[in-house]
T-cell receptor, first 116, second 117 residues
Framework: DADVTQTPRNRITKTGKRIMLECSQT?????MYWYRQDPGLGLRLIYY???????NKGEISDGYSVSRQAQAKFSLSLESAIPNQTALYFC?????FGRGGTGELFFGEGSRLTVL | KNQVEQSPQSLIILEGKNCTLQ??????????LRWYKQDTGRGPVSLTI?????NTKSNGRYTATLDADTKQSSLHITASQLSDSASYIC????????????????FGRGTSLIVHP
């Protein structure tokens, strides 16, 4: 089984619909992230969480929200999807660099979202 | 503002040839730099990590270098194979400061490498 699992892997929806992307991990990491990838723009950070009670906005958080239900689970929601949110979404986890950790990001396989 | 710039944006080489990818960064204070490989449609996977005191590190046919003074890193691929076709992403993390900070990584946009037979 993958260390970081994303569901769904592919989703097509219509403008205005609410969408939730889910992420679960078995790495035991405290830190979890949601990234968006668009061609030519690389990976951009949407939200991140360093602990169950910690939620932080990334560089492109508008139009998105997140929930950290447990150490192992971090979900991303689009309350009212719009076509320019069509992208490949990645969840990632890491420990903290230093203090015995490496800080390496472990990514899921991605969730491809298409908003019509 | 922390930034990571990679060059070239894309590169096409013949199988068996060597190539070098570049990464320039302005992340400060510097903590570490990683190179990730991302196959098409997959999540990135770490190739190597460089810290301030390291100049060179190898992982098989991949060799990364770091010049912390000029804030530059390179990834050299030796004897390229078809399976090296991927995007290579430079990711730089800042050090936690006295007032906080959290090692949030800054991503470059990647270099797309295509290896032709």
């Amino acid at each position: 089984d993958a260390d970081v699992t994303q569901t769904p892997r592919n989703r097509i929806t219509k403008t205005g619909k609410r969408i939730m992307l889910e992420c679960s991990q078995t790495k035991g990491h405290d830190r979890m992230y949601w990234y968006r990838q668009d061609p030519g723009l690389g990976l951009r950070l949407i939200y991140y969480s360093f602990d169950v009670k910690d939620i932080n906005k990334g560089e492109i958080s508008d139009g998105y929200s997140v929930s950290r239900q447990a150490q192992a689970k971090f979900s991303l929601s689009l309350e009212s999807a719009i076509p320019n949110q069509t992208a490949l979404y990645f969840c990632a986890t890491s420990d903290q660099f230093g203090r015995g950790g490496t800080g390496e990001l472990f990514f899921g396989e991605g969730s491809r979202l298409t908003v019509l | 503002k922390n930034q990571v710039e990679q060059s070239p944006q894309s590169l096409i080489i013949l199988e068996g040839k060597n190539c070098t990818l570049q990464c320039n960064y302005t992340v400060s204070p510097f903590s570490n730099l990683r190179w990730y490989k991302q196959d098409t449609g997959r999540g990135p996977v770490s190739l190597t990590i460089m810290t301030f005191s390291e100049n060179t590190k190898s992982n098989g046919r991949y060799t990364a270098t770091l010049d912390a003074d000029t804030k530059q890193s390179s990834l050299h691929i030796t004897a390229s194979q078809l399976s090296d076709s991927a995007s290579y992403i430079c990711v730089v993390s800042a050090k936690k400061t006295l007032t906080g900070g959290s090692y949030i990584p800054t991503f470059g946009r990647g270099t797309s490498l295509i290896v032709h037979p």
